[in-house]
């Protein structure tokens, strides 16, 4: 039933963590539809390139997004100490998060529900 002893079990578990630098947004307010169109326009990218498009895309994920990709930069090149020239969009993506159920009156005393969704965005940086 047990591996071993509970320090023993937690040094292989933090042994298999991922160091690659990352950042992630809980809770934004746009749903994982929306933030994947903008997600997939920059996965796989350079840094640079993505910052470009996330600067003239319309949609309001990528501010989001641009943000969030700007505070994984800065988790490499402080916590990591890599370089922003030679790193890329690794891994980019979005989970469902809570929805808040809102109600909306409409004629005859009906009430239609209205879903406001949230996501979890993650994106994961790693060096050329």
């Given amino acids: 039933m047990a591996r071993g002893h509970r320090t023993q079990i937690k040094r292989e578990r933090n042994a298999n963590k991922d160091t690659r630098p990352s950042a992630k947004l ?4 746009v749903s994982v ?3 994947c169109f903008v997600l997939d326009a920059i996965r796989g990218k350079d840094v640079t390139t993505a910052l470009a ?17 700007e505070s994984a930069i800065a988790n490499a090149e402080n916590n990591l100490g890599l370089n922003k020239d030679n790193l890329y969009v690794a891994q ?18 009906r009430a239609y529900r209205i879903e406001k969704r949230m996501s979890h ?5 790693d060096e050329k």
């Fill in 26 to 29: 809980s809770y934004a307010r």
């Fill in 33 to 35: 539809q929306k933030a």
């Fill in 53 to 69: 498009i996330l600067e003239y895309n319309p949609r309001y994920a990528s501010s989001l997004i641009k943000k969030l990709l």
């Fill in 92 to 109: 980019c993506f979005a989970n469902k998060g809570p929805t808040m159920k809102r109600v909306h009156p409409r004629a005859q005393g």
């Fill in 121 to 125: 965005i993650t994106l994961v940086l």
